[in-house]
């Protein structure tokens, strides 16, 4: 399996960064629409994941794009990619 192949199979995922406090590490909310099953009203649930920001380049409000990686810490499993 070649490196291009493995990158296919990662997860891509876009969201703003809602704080850069600590050295290395970002946390990125996602937002998604979801229609509630019943009544189909449609409604925002997010999500935050703790993204590695190697230069520490990202600050808050920044729309960034991050991909699934090996786990480099016990909650980061995300690297950054823009």
């Known amino acids: 399996m070649t490196q291009s192949d493995q990158t296919k199979n990662r997860r891509t ?4 960064v809602v ?3 600590t050295d290395q590490t970002v946390v990125v909310r ?3 629409t979801v229609v509630h099953p019943k009544y189909g009203k449609r409604y925002q649930r997010s999500k935050k994941y703790h ?3 190697t230069g520490n380049t990202s600050k808050i409000g920044d729309q960034v794009v991050f991909v699934e990686t090996r786990p480099l810490s016990s909650k980061k ?4 990619v823009k």
């Open 77 to 80: 499993r995300w690297r950054l």
């Open 19 to 21: 704080s850069d406090k």
């Open 30 to 32: 996602v937002d998604r």
């Open 51 to 53: 993204v590695q920001d």
């Open 13 to 16: 995922l876009t969201g703003v």
